[in-house]
């Protein structure tokens, strides 16, 4: 009994430090691979409050990362506005700006996961 107990605790704390980071540093012009998604970093703007300016694009091979598209096939997509505590959409987690610094990187942290492939409205925080 106690030696399946612990089989069962050591496959979810592996299956756990296995899974996507909570977070996650972008840094700039350096495209990143997050949850199934390439995302790219364009600027970080010392404003009140700052701003940063991102590319994302999902189902992406994750070879694609190293080529001049890293987004894939076709045109790129137009960046995306975040400012501090914005959430991006990002496979089937929520990843929402934590840390910001002007000119260099965006810390971004999985803080929602969606419960339901159907429906994007059932989600709830990621502890």
């Known amino acids: ?4 107990l612990c089989i069962c605790v050591a496959l979810a704390l592996a299956s756990c430090a296995r899974g996507e980071p909570s977070e996650v540093t972008l840094e ?3 495209p990143t691979r ?9 600027h970080v703007l010392l404003r009140d409050p700052p701003i940063a300016d991102v590319t994302f694009a999902c189902d992406v091979p994750e070879s694609a990362l190293k080529e001049k598209n890293w987004w894939g096939q076709g045109v ?10 914005d959430c991006l959409r990002l496979g089937n987690r929520f990843y929402c700006t934590e840390i910001m610094q002007p000119g260099e990187s965006v810390t971004l942290k ?3 996961e ?8 059932h989600i709830r925080p990621i502890r």
Do not use: F, W
């Open 110 to 112: 999985a803080t929602y």
């Open 76 to 85: 790129q997509r137009p960046a995306t506005e975040l400012g501090m505590g």
């Open 1 to 4: 009994m106690r030696s399946s």
């Open 28 to 30: 700039l012009k350096k």
């Open 34 to 42: 997050v949850n199934g998604c390439h995302i790219y970093l364009h």
């Open 114 to 121: 969606i419960l339901h492939d159907r429906r994007i409205d």
